[in-house]
């Protein structure tokens, strides 16, 4: 399995921005699918967004269209959320998963990071 090591997440204001990191322990071949999840407490994990390691195939959950942002560095094995106009119903623990399939069976996961966005 791949290891993934999220950082990035914190405290922030509404209306403020973080981007996290998920950094792949491995060169993960090009067609693997690179995501982001969150759970907020006593919620299900939610789609937050994903992307192939070739730049293609990105998507985004309703929620967060037009304020985040994914994208990656293949020589660096990373991927980022840039998360702009942050709002309170953001808060969450963030996860990275990589898998081989668009939804994401048998994934690997990160740890996760805690974004906390007051309002």
């Known amino acids: 399995q791949v290891q993934l090591v999220e950082s990035g997440g914190g405290l922030v204001q509404a209306g403020g921005s973080l981007r996290l990191s998920c950094a792949a322990s491995?060169?993960?071949?090009?067609?693997?699918?690179m995501g982001w999840f969150r759970q907020a407490p006593g919620k299900e994990r939610q789609f937050v967004a994903r992307?192939?390691?070739?730049?293609?195939?990105?998507s985004y959950g309703d929620s967060v269209k037009g304020r985040f942002t994914i994208s990656r560095d293949n020589p660096k094995n990373t991927v980022y959320l840039q998360m702009n106009s942050l709002k309170p119903e953001d808060t969450a623990v963030y996860y990275c998963?990589?898998?081989?399939?668009?939804?994401?069976?048998?994934?690997?996961w990160g740890q996760g990071t805690q974004v906390t966005v007051s309002s």
């Open positions: 992307i192939k390691w070739t730049g293609s195939s990105i």
């Open positions: 998963a990589a898998a081989e399939t668009v939804g994401f069976s048998a994934a690997s």
């Open positions: 491995e060169r993960t071949i090009s067609t693997y699918y």
